[in-house]
């Protein structure tokens, strides 16, 4: 009896070894073949990358939701994503972070370039709305980030983290379609007692415990699959692949929205 019992479980444990190495394949790479000369936090790059139309140029309301890898290694498994917005004939940007080092409230809310590098990494445009009704959701975003359940937690991994918080903005303003990046390390956490919900995209539902172990169908994000917070998936609509740490292999989805 406790020779079978042994089995089974050496068993289950070289099946859930190989499962980890399998999700560390993706990050494995990214982090070997991105391997470049060290820099401070403090003096990567932060400059626009002209992914923003000016204010001058788009006198219009605008809300963009932008993606960059994390700083140093956590970069090899993970994205960071933040929400901007202009009102309608203003000067500037009003970012949105949710960013850990900060004690007490995480959420950081001010007038900034949008389009910022993230500590060194290109941004990539997520979500990009204009015209008319988009003042009206701005009203809804900023609600959202005033209402975030988790603005005194913080925890890179699971969550919750700064994607969590951007999903749940999503989730919060369904007009806006938001399909987060597969790299969005916990978009998928949902808390510690609710295991099921609207993606953020609201074209569909995920099941997902604490952000360890999940699925999610829908329209815009496809058939995904979270696993110890990496997301394997496929998304029909856009004809593409997801991977762990890879990303996205096929095309991305069209950030516009009318």
């Known amino acids: 009896m406790i020779a079978t019992v042994f089995k089974t479980v050496l068993r289950w444990s070289i099946r859930a070894g190989l499962l980890v190495l399998l999700l560390l394949v993706g990050p494995g790479y990214v982090y070997l073949s991105d391997r470049q000369e060290p820099v401070s936090w403090s003096t990567a790059s932060r400059i626009s990358a002209g992914l923003a139309p000016s204010p001058e140029a788009e006198p219009g309301a605008v809300i963009q939701v932008y993606a960059a890898r ?4 956590r970069g090899a498994f993970a994205v960071h994503t933040w929400i901007a917005t202009k009102r309608a004939y203003a000067d500037s940007y009003r970012t949105h972070h949710v960013i850990g080092w900060y004690s007490g409230n995480k959420i950081r809310s001010s007038t900034d370039i949008p389009d910022r590098y993230w500590y060194g990494a290109a941004p990539s445009l997520v979500l990009d709305m204009r015209g008319d009704g988009t003042e009206d959701l701005i009203d809804k975003v900023e609600d959202a980030v005033a209402s975030y359940p988790f ?4 925890r890179a991994w ?4 700064s994607n969590t918080f951007i999903a749940w903005i999503g989730r919060s303003v369904p007009e806006l379609e938001l399909e987060m990046p597969p790299l969005a390390v916990g978009k998928d956490y949902l808390g510690r007692t609710r295991f099921a919900d609207f993606t ?7 099941f ?11 329209a815009r994000e496809g058939l995904e699959v979270n696993i110890l917070g990496l997301s394997l998936g ?3 609509l856009d004809m593409n692949l997801s ?3 890879i990303g996205r292999i096929g095309p991305d989805p069209n950030p516009a929205r009318p």
């Open 70 to 73: 994390t700083f140093g290694w």
């Open 151 to 154: 603005a005194e937690e913080y």
């Open 158 to 161: 699971p969550g919750p983290n």
């Open 200 to 206: 953020p995209s609201h074209t569909g539902l995920q």
């Open 208 to 218: 997902n415990l604490a952000g360890l172990l999940g699925i999610t169908a829908a």
């Open 234 to 236: 496929v998304d029909p």
């Open 243 to 245: 991977l762990p740490g």
